[in-house]
């Protein structure tokens, strides 16, 4: 988060709000990936996937170090996702579970 901008914390709510709504909006793969490198950086886009890409692999039980040489991710980014698959406010378990199902 960006420190000493002239929003509050309730603008700051309604424009994530909107973002998500956004996101929500988007009908197919292709619509996404047009919004999301619109959106994004490409470094942004390439930390996001990542990110998902460890989440898999976490859940295979692979152990950091091996994500680390697959992926080239840090340890301490492996670390931080782990963290949040399992204590985080579970959107990571909510779309592995739904991608699973839709296999």
């Known amino acids: 988060m960006k420190n000493n901008r002239p929003v509050s914390p309730r603008q700051e709510k309604e424009h994530e709000r909107a973002l998500f709504a956004a996101i929500l909006s988007l009908r197919t793969l292709d619509e996404c990936r047009s919004f999301l490198r619109d959106l994004c950086t490409p470094a942004e886009l390439q930390a996001m996937a990542d990110r998902w890409a460890v989440v898999e692999l976490l859940e295979r039980g ?17 670390g931080r996702v782990a963290r949040y698959l399992v204590a985080g406010n579970g959107g990571y378990r909510v779309v592995s579970e739904r991608m699973k199902s839709h296999a």
Do not use: Q
């Open 62 to 78: 692979m152990p950091y170090r091996e994500i680390h040489r697959h992926t080239g991710v840090s340890v301490t980014t492996i």
